[in-house]
């Protein structure tokens, strides 16, 4: 059986969708009965912070790969080719991201809240690196469709960190591959409905995130 979050997946897989939008007023509309804010003081186009005053959270949302914004595709494709072999600590975005997830940190740890990262795809990516590189500052990390390259397998999904995948999806094939580090799939949660092809697969939309 997998092991669950204590995390709402399904919000947090709307966080993710929401962190490749650009306009606070679309985002705080994607908000509505989620709990959560946009912080606009520390959000920008690579990433967005959301913070829920009942429950004292706040999460990190990476944004992946757009293809629609030609202003910024080549800088999101250098990063995916890093990540395909395994270069993630040298790339400028995997750089800053670590920066964002401090800044956010450093406000809202103040106030006594717990934080956590997501994102979709190369935004997963990101939100994984953010966890490793900040151990015990995390409290949990979800992913979805999260880009893996070849060395992902070799690498240990830490405990506090979770993959939501379609079998179909090539791009996170290496994230399914990779091992909990007590050695087996428990925080792989895997989609296995049917799908047109490989590419409808790396939808966000179309990952369950209920698996009872």
Known sequence: MPRKPRADANKYKTLSSLAYKKHAGTIEAGLQNTGFHLDNQLSDREHKVFFNPATKKAVVAYRGT????????????????????????????????????????????????????????????????????????????LSFSRGAGFVEPFRKRL????????????????????????GGHEQSLVTQTKVKNALNAHNMERLQTDFM
Do not use: C
């Open 66 to 141: 757009d293809m629609r914004d030609p202003k910024r595709i080549w800088s999101d494709l250098r990063s995916d080719f890093n990540i395909m072999w395994g270069r993630e600590k040298n790339d400028k975005r995997f750089q800053n991201a670590n920066a964002q997830f401090e800044q956010a940190a450093e406000k809202y740890k103040k106030q006594g809240y717990t934080l956590d990262t997501t994102g979709h795809s190369l935004g997963g990516s990101l939100a994984t690196h953010v966890n490793r590189s900040n151990p015990h500052q995390v409290r949990e990390n």
């Open 159 to 182: 405990k506090n960190s979770w993959d939501y995948s379609h079998k179909r999806d090539i791009v996170s094939l290496g994230a399914r591959l990779s091992k909990d580090e007590r």
